[in-house]
């Protein structure tokens, strides 16, 4: 059947009018509607930069150390994790609202959960770079020069996403 084509049912209804009488058969009209959307767009304009901002965040995780040999040659110190992280976290909300602009709904949609689990790895890192140069940093941090915390950024991120989407869909 075509768009705007009609067709001929018999119903043994009265589709809750009370005053209805004609059981015979009734011409119905059927429109189908299409609709496309391009992946395309939505993924360079959101998730690209979400990815390199991810990335970044990453390669800044990779330069936290306490070994004086590391610290030489990468400039690490906390305030510039806490300035990195900021200008990061900045970027992301400015994404993120407008991401929030174009799609004007009340409620939470998916690709915001890839926002709110960025600013909670933001404030990881922040976090992580905080305990590391305390006088007495936590036995996870200090071993090996954060290895634990630089080997598992991927995992717990990419088991943040899995999950949100497992309960989502």
């Not at 994404?95 to 949609?109: C, F, G, T």
């Not at 200090?142 to 943040?160: C, G, M, R, S, T």
Request: hydrophobic content about 55%.
């Amino acid at each position: 059947m075509q768009n705007g084509e009609t067709s001929v049912n018999k119903y043994n209804s009265n589709f809750g009018d009370i005053h209805f009488t004609s059981h015979d058969k009734s011409p119905e009209l059927y429109f189908n509607i299409e609709l496309s959307r391009s992946i395309l767009n939505p993924f360079i304009g959101h998730l690209f930069p979400l990815a390199v901002v991810l990335l970044m965040l990453y390669a800044l995780v990779l330069t936290i150390s306490r070994q004086e040999s590391s610290l030489a040659i990468t400039g690490f110190n906390v305030s510039t994790v806490i300035a990195a992280c900021s200008a990061l976290f900045f970027i992301l909300l400015i994404m993120h609202v407008q991401l929030r602009d174009e799609l004007a709904v009340n409620a939470i949609v998916y690709m915001e959960y890839f926002y709110l689990v960025s600013y909670i790895t933001i404030l990881m890192v922040t976090v992580n770079a905080v305990l590391l140069l305390q006088d007495m940093p936590m036995k996870m941090l200090a071993f090996k020069d954060n290895l634990i915390p630089k080997l598992i950024y991927w995992p717990i991120l990419l088991v943040w996403i899995f999950i949100i989407t497992a309960i989502l869909f």
